[in-house]
């Protein structure tokens, strides 16, 4: 049985359609009052006619970091602040590595990476402040864990990225802030159709076969369930598509294979772990201060 979420608040960016409207709608069905964002008003409102009164929406921008501060200020001016953030919004633009443009990068790299960092560090500093603490649960994919298909080069890139930041979020946030990445594979959704800048027009071949391969998907509200479910739970990992760990175990065998060979342990150990040296750097000046 799915646990209640009455009265929590919850903000989902990308709320306007695939997984971040399922996601709302998933939260919303346990009681949870739901702010969603988005840069497409249509999507939105379409997804706020299956939440109920309780929710509302936001446009926002998440690559324009001003944008998600008035996001944040709108939260807690509608809900008194946040428990649950799900840093989905993502896009796409399909191409082989030396085939993009500077522009297609800048506008993947621009929502996926800088907009993710946009939005989960302007809510962590709000849940930060509440006695309560919050939840955050990144949107990464499979290819955060070294899945990688044809012509998602710089998503692909995008995705490892927001590893790297939620890791570095998790290490750094305090007891009360819970953080989660969402590692989905191939879901029913309408990703990389959604509405894309000017002078950036998407192949209609493309938009096609894309449309019928994620028909093919893991149906949205089952992945949606288990984000939530993984996020209430805080656990770091959160995936759905069991393939995934053979992409996941490759990768360690080969860089466990390149470490015997090249960094065995017995070569210089830990003497150069930045960590210790940080620590021995810092223990070094506060007793030189003395």
Same mark, same amino acid.
């Given at each position: 049985?799915?646990?209640?979420?009455?009265?929590?608040?919850?903000?989902?960016?990308?709320?306007?359609?695939?997984?971040?409207?399922?996601?709302?709608?998933?939260?919303?069905?346990?009681?949870?009052?739901?702010?969603?964002?988005?840069?497409?008003?249509?999507?939105?409102?379409?997804?706020?006619?299956?939440?109920?009164?309780?929710?509302?929406?936001?446009?926002?921008?998440?690559?324009?970091?001003?944008?998600?501060?008035?996001?944040?200020?709108?939260?807690?001016?509608?809900?008194?602040?946040?428990?649950?953030?799900?840093?989905?919004?993502?896009?796409?633009?399909?191409?082989?590595?030396?085939?993009?443009?500077?522009?297609?990068?800048?506008?993947?790299?621009?929502?996926?990476?800088?907009?993710?960092?946009?939005?989960?560090? *302007?809510?962590?500093?709000?849940?930060?402040?509440?006695?309560?603490?919050?939840?955050?649960?990144?949107?990464?994919?499979?290819?955060?864990?070294?899945?990688?298909?044809?012509?998602?080069?710089?998503?692909?890139?995008?995705?490892?990225?927001?590893?790297?930041?939620?890791?570095?979020?998790?290490?750094?946030?305090?007891?009360?802030?819970?953080?989660?990445?969402?590692?989905?594979?191939?879901?029913?959704?309408?990703?990389?159709?959604?509405?894309?800048?000017?002078?950036?027009?998407?192949?209609?071949?493309?938009?096609?076969?894309?449309?019928?391969?994620?028909?093919?998907?893991?149906?949205?509200?089952?992945?949606?369930?288990?984000?939530?479910?993984?996020?209430?739970?805080?656990?770091?990992?959160?995936?759905?598509?069991?393939?995934?760990?053979?992409?996941?175990?490759?990768? *360690?065998?080969?860089?466990?294979?390149?470490?015997?060979?090249?960094?065995?342990?017995?070569?210089?150990?830990?003497?150069?772990?930045?960590?210790?040296?940080?620590?021995?750097?810092?223990?070094?000046?506060?007793?030189?201060?003395?």
């Amino acid at each position: 049985m799915a646990s209640s979420l009455e009265n929590m608040r919850a903000v989902v960016t990308g709320g306007a359609s695939g997984i971040g409207r399922a996601i709302a709608c998933e939260l919303a069905s346990r009681g949870a009052k739901v702010i969603i964002s988005d840069v497409n008003d249509a999507g939105m409102a379409e997804t706020l006619a299956k939440l109920g009164s309780a929710c509302s929406s936001f446009h926002c921008d998440v690559s324009d970091h001003a944008q998600v501060e008035k996001l944040a200020a709108f939260a807690t001016e509608t809900l008194g602040g946040c428990d649950l953030l799900f840093a989905n919004a993502g896009v796409i633009a399909a191409g082989r590595y030396t085939k993009m443009t500077v522009a297609e990068v800048d506008w993947i790299l621009g929502a996926n990476v800088r907009g993710v960092w946009s939005t989960t560090s *302007v809510f962590a500093r709000m849940m930060e402040q509440q006695a309560e603490g919050g939840r955050i649960c990144f949107t990464g994919s499979e290819h955060s864990l070294g899945f990688q298909h044809a012509n998602a080069a710089v998503y692909t890139a995008s995705k490892h990225a927001v590893l790297g930041l939620a890791e570095v979020l998790r290490a750094e946030a305090p007891e009360n802030l819970s953080v989660s990445i969402f590692c989905p594979g191939l879901v029913g959704t309408a990703l990389g159709g959604g509405p894309r800048p000017d002078g950036l027009p998407a192949q209609q071949r493309n938009l096609d076969m894309s449309a019928r391969i994620q028909a093919k998907g893991m149906p949205v509200e089952e992945a949606a369930r288990d984000a939530v479910d993984g996020t209430l739970r805080r656990d770091f990992y959160v995936v759905t598509h069991s393939h995934t760990i053979r992409a996941a175990e490759r990768r *360690v065998l080969e860089m466990e294979a390149a470490f015997a060979a090249q960094a065995p342990w017995e070569r210089n150990g830990d003497r150069f772990d930045v960590n210790s040296v940080l620590a021995a750097v810092a223990a070094e000046m506060k007793s030189e201060s003395k």
